[in-house]
């Protein structure tokens, strides 16, 4: 029996759980939930996750939210090559290292600008007061500048000489504010190179496929949002910048 993951590939935790699934042929149904649309709103949705939040696994009467928990759930059901969570204790430690942390840094930070640049502007019908850019794009600054120094140091990857969980976990938020038109690796030739590599670990093909809606999501109109959606999900939004 295939899983089925119900994601949104504007969404980075969708991406990374996406790319993990792909890259080690696991096979899943994708069951694509608009997030745009507020399809992470209905009654059928909350069946399979109260939460109200994608990415959402089924396996079976199984069901699961939460990313780190699935690509963790992923990991141990289809035996996936141990570089991923790695065996190694102290490996492990720095995977765990990351993920615990990158909530209210890379995630946070990352979407805050992309929020400010690229979707509330849709929702507002005027762009987000320039000092909330500058605001967000400094803390972005500073998380990426922790980022190289404490969790990638002069290593080619997160844990060590392959690529891991964590690194996968964090490419995907850090692609976010790219997307909007902030290249986050400009200056950044040691955070560049990383990502060079991730993609290569990853493949470059499955790398762009897991990005294309993201990068096409800045065409989308104001006239394409649900309008008995679009005060809801505006609302939502504001919370990440105020």
């Known amino acids: 029996m295939v899983v089925e993951l119900y994601l949104d590939l504007l969404s980075q935790p969708c991406r990374s ?11 899943f149904e ?18 399979v996750n109260l939460l109200g939040k994608v990415p959402a696994l089924k396996d079976g009467d199984f069901t ?15 035996k996936t090559p141990d570089h991923w969570y790695p065996s190694d204790l102290q490996k492990r430690a720095r995977v765990d290292e990351y993920l ?20 509330l502007p849709l929702f507002l019908g005027h762009p987000v007061p320039p000092e909330k850019i500058e605001e ?6 500073e998380t990426l500048k922790l980022f190289e120094e404490k969790f990638l140091q002069d290593r080619p990857f997160i844990a060590g000489t392959e690529i891991s969980l964590a690194d996968l ?10 997307s909007a038109g902030y290249d986050v690796f400009e200056g950044r030739p040691k955070l560049a190179a990383w990502r060079s590599r991730v993609e290569e670990a990853v493949g470059k093909d499955l790398f762009a496929e897991a990005h294309k809606e993201l990068f096409k999501a800045k065409d989308v109109t104001e006239d ?3 309008p008995e959606m679009r005060e809801q999900i505006k609302q939502h939004l504001l919370k990440y910048v105020k």
């Open 64 to 78: 699961l939210a939460e990313s780190i928990a699935i690509l963790l759930y992923l990991a141990r059901k289809f």
């Open 136 to 141: 967000a794009l400094e803390s972005l600054k």
């Open 30 to 47: 994708f069951k694509h939930v608009a997030l745009i649309q507020g399809q992470n709103r209905t009654k059928e949705f909350g069946k």
């Open 169 to 178: 976990v964090a490419i995907v938020e850090i692609m976010q504010p790219v």
């Open 224 to 226: 394409q949002l649900p």
């Open 100 to 119: 615990s942390w990158q909530h209210m840094a890379t995630r946070m930070c990352g979407t805050k600008l992309y929020l400010a640049k690229a979707l």
């Open 17 to 27: 759980v996406f790319i993990f699934a792909k890259k080690n042929n696991i096979p």
